[in-house]
């Protein structure tokens, strides 16, 4: 939480010494009441617009509910273990995929070896590309904030269900979903602002998230900064909205504790992995080559390249080091660069 709060002390600390005490305080009462006013307003507007809340549904906010990722196993296995926990109890995929509830099954069929049923609803949304970063060349994370939650509104515009899931870490769909009247549950699997972020803005360190232009520059770099900043404490305040808060891994829990606005410590819930596959195969073959599998989505913060250059730095060291002693010696040295490598 602390990190999220930064923006907003600094405010009151400016506050006190430009106003006064007396004046920050009055302020701050003021701004409190109007804050608590608005959201009355919004709650007030919701259960008036929005359709009634249907009682014991789930509804599992995901647009890209047809992907292949890790994000789309937590989806389609937190689905099937309410099918088998509550099999009366009405399921709803938020998706813009554009494809029915069987296509969908099937995919996770597909791609997951998850087995789930076609007992549940497929509401469609339209303005999916609203989350597509490439959509704002500037302010790229205030622009995906606003987007989701317009995403999150014609979501609950179709429906309105009594458990609000989001498996997607859009935390901006929470006070919407909130003050509609749902209970909201979120799987984060990587904050939106990080500590990290920040540091390499401040440090100056040219990124995929980081433009050299901005990284040159000791204005912009600072502007950068105060901007993260003000991003980390509306996306804490948002993800104080959240009833039940789960991470996918200490790290994650770690950054979450810093930015929501929540006393109660995330709950880590480690992605599901299948390795019944896997355990099939067996230990005792004898490979002729050595292979190192990187297995990862290609995104600008895995960091391929990185792994390529370790892996270069790893193979010269391996050949220069490379003795008459055959195959066995050349894995030993293999696995020493490996650990030099990993432990500097």
């Known amino acids: 939480m602390l990190l999220s709060l930064a923006a907003p002390v600094a405010i009151l600390v400016l506050s006190g010494l430009v106003l006064g005490p007396k004046l920050t305080f009055t302020a701050l009462v003021a701004n409190s009441g109007l804050i608590c006013t608005f959201l009355l307003l919004i709650h007030l507007w919701c259960t008036q617009k929005l359709p009634h809340k249907q009682k014991g549904a789930f509804g599992f906010f995901h647009p890209f509910a047809n992907g292949g990722g890790g994000g789309e196993r937590v989806l389609w296995c937190a689905v099937a273990a309410v099918q088998a926990v ?95 009247g749902c209970k909201v549950v979120a799987y984060t699997h990587y904050p939106m602002v990080s500590a990290n972020m920040l540091q390499r803005v401040m440090l100056r360190t040219f990124t995929y998230n980081n433009q050299l232009a901005v990284a040159k520059s000791g204005i912009r770099s600072l502007i950068k900064v105060v901007y993260y900043y003000v991003v980390a404490a509306i996306y804490g305040a948002a993800g104080g909205f959240a009833n039940v808060s789960i991470v996918n891994s200490t790290w994650t829990a770690d950054h979450i504790r810093q930015l929501w606005w929540k006393w109660k410590a995330p709950t880590v819930v480690f992605p599901p992995c299948n390795t019944l596959t896997l355990q099939q195969l ?63």
């Not at 399921?91 to 554009?98: H, L």
């Not at 995919?107 to 949304?125: G, K, Y």
């Not at 995104?299 to 391929?304: A, C, G, L, M, S």
Request: hydrophobic share 45%.
């Open 86 to 180: 509550a099999p009366e109890a009405q399921v709803i995929i938020f998706s813009g995929d554009g494809l029915s509830a069987q296509q969908l099954l099937e995919s996770a069929a597909s791609n997951f070896n998850i087995t789930v049923t076609d007992r549940f609803q497929v509401v469609q949304l339209h303005n999916r590309h609203l989350l597509l970063p490439e959509r704002y060349p500037r302010f790229t994370l205030l622009g995906q904030a606003l987007g989701s939650f317009r995403l999150g509104h014609e979501a609950l515009k179709n429906a309105v269900p009594e458990i609000f899931v989001d498996t997607t870490g859009w935390a901006f769909t929470y006070p919407l979903a909130r003050l509609a």
């Open 282 to 344: 067996p230990l005792d073959r004898k490979l002729k080559r050595l292979y190192l599998v990187s297995v990862a989505q290609f995104r600008p913060e895995k960091n391929h390249r990185l792994q390529l250059e370790a892996f270069a730095r790893v193979r010269q060291a391996a050949l220069q080091d490379q003795d008459s002693a055959g195959n066995h010696a050349m894995v030993s040295v293999w696995v020493q660069k490996v650990q030099c490598l990993l432990l500097n």
